[in-house]
T-cell receptor
Framework: DTGVSQNPRHKITKRGQNVTFRCDPI?????LYWYRQTLGQGPEFLTY????????KSRLLSDRFSAERPKGSFSTLEIQRTEQGDSAMYLC??????????FGQGTRLTVV | LAKTTQPISMDSYEGQEVNITCSHN???????ITWYQQFPSQGPRFIIQ???TKVTNEVASLFIPADRKSSTLSLPRVSLSDTAVYYC????????FGPGTRLSVLP
C-alpha cells in the first residue's frame, strides 16, 4: 500500500440517482477525511473519522450526503438523489493522529 | 477555527526564492500551521508544518514570528514545476482549507 486509493476515479450519473464512492486509506492511519472541491476553489471539508467514529459531520452539505467507516478501515461517501450542483471532485485523505494528511487522487463526479 | 488570509496569486521566475505569507490573527495556543501544495487534478500534498520560529525540510522553510499571527512559506530557487496552488491551514486538526495562493513560475 503506497497511498490513499479512491474508486472510482470518474463517475457520470443522471440527476436523481444515488452514487457511492470508496476510499481506502493508508493502512496504519487512524483518521480519514472527506472533502469536496470545485474548480478554482480550495478543498471544502465535509467530514472526518477517527477509527470508526465519525467525529465531525456538521459540514456535510445536506442530508443527502452520508459517510461511513464501518470497521475503521475503508470509508464510503454516499450522495443520494444527486443534483447538478453536486458535480465536483471528491477527495479523501488519511493521517496518523492528524499530523500530515495524505490525499488520494479523488473521484470526479459529473451529474447530467 | 482560525481564519487565514493569503494572497490570491503570485508570479515568480525560475531560480528565484518565493515567499508566501499567511495571516492568522486569531490563532489559538494549541494550533499548528500547515502548508499544502496542489497541482491541477491532484489531491493536495503536505509540504511543511510548524508551531513557532523556523522549520526547514528538503523542499521549503516555514518562518513563524513570536506572536504567531502570521507565517511565511519560503520556496528556494523555484522551478516551473513549482507552479501550483499553496494552502495555509491553521488549527489543531488542520483540515480546513482556504482558497490558497496560486503561484505561477515563469521561465
Amino acid at each position: 500500500d503506497t497511498g490513499v486509493s479512491q474508486n472510482p476515479r470518474h463517475k457520470i450519473t443522471k440527476r436523481g440517482q444515488n452514487v457511492t464512492f470508496r476510499c481506502d486509506p493508508i493502512s496504519e492511519h487512524n483518521r480519514l477525511y472527506w472533502y469536496r472541491q470545485t474548480l478554482g476553489q480550495g478543498p471544502e471539508f465535509l467530514t472526518y473519522f477517527q477509527n470508526e467514529a465519525q467525529l465531525e459531520k456538521s459540514r456535510l452539505l445536506s442530508d443527502r450526503f452520508s459517510a461511513e467507516r464501518p470497521k475503521g478501515s475503508f470509508s464510503t461517501l454516499e450522495i443520494q438523489r444527486t443534483e447538478q450542483g453536486d458535480s465536483a471532485m471528491y477527495l479523501c485523505a488519511s493521517s496518523h493522529q492528524g499530523i500530515e494528511a495524505f490525499f488520494g487522487q479523488g473521484t470526479r463526479l459529473t451529474v447530467v | 477555527l482560525a481564519k487565514t488570509t493569503q494572497p490570491i496569486s503570485m508570479d515568480s521566475y525560475e531560480g528565484q526564492e518565493v515567499n508566501i505569507t499567511c495571516s492568522h490573527n486569531n490563532i489559538a495556543t494549541n494550533d499548528y500551521i500547515t502548508w499544502y501544495q496542489q497541482f491541477p487534478s491532484q489531491g493536495p500534498r503536505f509540504i511543511i508544518q510548524g508551531y513557532k520560529t523556523k522549520v526547514t525540510n528538503e523542499v521549503a522553510s516555514l518562518f513563524i514570528p513570536a506572536d504567531r499571527k502570521s507565517s511565511t512559506l519560503s520556496l528556494p530557487r523555484v522551478s516551473l514545476s513549482d507552479t501550483a496552488v499553496y494552502y495555509c491551514l491553521v488549527g489543531v486538526q488542520n483540515f480546513v482549507f482556504g482558497p490558497g495562493t496560486r503561484l505561477s513560475v515563469l521561465p
